[in-house]
């Protein structure tokens, strides 16, 4: 090995000049892009100042205390919330099943038939579920049905998105083993890939059920059923210690739901 | 005195990036013979294996398994061939996480209705194949276990059980015993030929260690970039042979004896 020795004469720098300059100038593009978005949306530093005591006292006057008695009012429609939420998931977890194999390269080896479906799933993640929500209560009217539609496809959306990915990881050795023995695609899938993907897609399915749960409060502003209908209402009427009462609930239930489903995702990885 | 049951007629078979697996290749195999294909790594030893049950394609020629000319053959026509085929991977190519006796069924499938497999349905005669042959190869007791939790000579005995349980005429073993340290090697290797005795399978293994492939083989195939340079029986095998397969002289990595590690270069080869 031969060595080279240090030139004392020139100074040796990590980062050259250039880049340094390079990303400077990205550094105070981006910054004057937060002051003109700033100065456009009149987002000022002191108008937030100036709204805290406001927040402070509506807390304190309007919203405090909850409304106990108003308690008893709040359970059915919040059942109702969770129950959407759990046919919502289940319907679409179902469903996301098959859909996901059509969107995994491994399995669905049809490149053009891959990528509509892909196409179709990036399509349906970018609709946000309020207007899912919309449209349903548009076709089926107001009510609970609505609600367990917008979060079936919501489902379909995440669970298919997330599931597919894990398809394509899978060892594809037990997939050669099948196809080698003379099993058919659907034997492939159901004794060499369902079996490496079922944990994750039960996490993914108690992780969609949280999100769900969430979601389906706000489906109710819509008229998709469930306690956002209520909050929606008592809201209009100004009744602040009965919104109270509701959003604790749903603190509450909403914890413990993320709480249960979190345990038990651990267990499963 | 017996019928070819594989016959390979001037095949040839050139990957999609050009480079050439095997070059218009000559062979016959009769029924219930033990073969071991040895070579390089590159040579086309997993390419060849590989071409019986078609999971690669030969782009010319004609190879005959069974009667019929099995690059002609249409999809379904395909999966009723490879259903009398078992194949033994290197990496064994279970399931980790079903259960050993799972994991040996699934070589019933290709035999099994469609919706009956779906659905887990399997005929109870199925259930006694996959046992009995869980028993042959010594791991019975382990029937319910998850697969995971063998090691890896038993992992590779559930996959010759499996192989075994499709009832084929042919075992395909590719480099079966790479993964696996020297005793277990030798364990393994005689397992899988004193089980295809006892059939009376065809069975075509590839092997790289000379002394490996000395002890089990009744007839020796050599390759080389693609040709077979060598096909005789195993009493005509001498470290010769060896020297103009691998077209230098044999050196002790070429030999299996005590040394625990194989050359992870070796695995390079292209399937």
Redesign the interface.
Known sequence: MKKTSPNKSERIVLTPMRFKLFILSILLLVILLYIVAAYQTEAFPQRVIEGFPIIFLFVVEDLWPPSWEYFTSVIQPLLETWNIALFGTTFGAILALPVSFLAASNINTNLTFYRIIRFFFNILRTVPEIILAVLFVALVGIGDISGILALTILTIGIIGKLLSESIESVDPGPLEAIRASGGNTLQVIRYAVIPQILPQYASYTLYSLEINVKASVVLGFVGAGGIGIILRQQLSMFNYQNVAAIIFTLFIVITIIDFISNKLRERLE | MVNALIEFNDVSLVYPNGHKGLKNINLKINEGEFVVIVGMSGAGKSTLIRSI?R?VTPTSGELIVDGEDILQLKDSQL?????N???I?Q????????SVL?NVL??R??HTG?LR??VGWFPQNDLQIAMNNLERVGIDEKAYVRASNLSGGQQQRV?IA??LT?QPKVILADEPVASLDPPTSHKVMKDLKRVSREDGLTTIVNLHFIDMAMEYADRIIGLRDGNLVFDGPIEEVTDQTFEEIYDRPIKDDDFLGSEEETDEKNESEQV
């Open positions: 049950n999971m999966r009723k061939v490879r259903t085929i078992g194949m991977f990496s064994y190519n279970i399931v980790k996480r079903m799972r699934a070589g499938l290709g469609t497999s779906l996959s499996r192989a499709q």
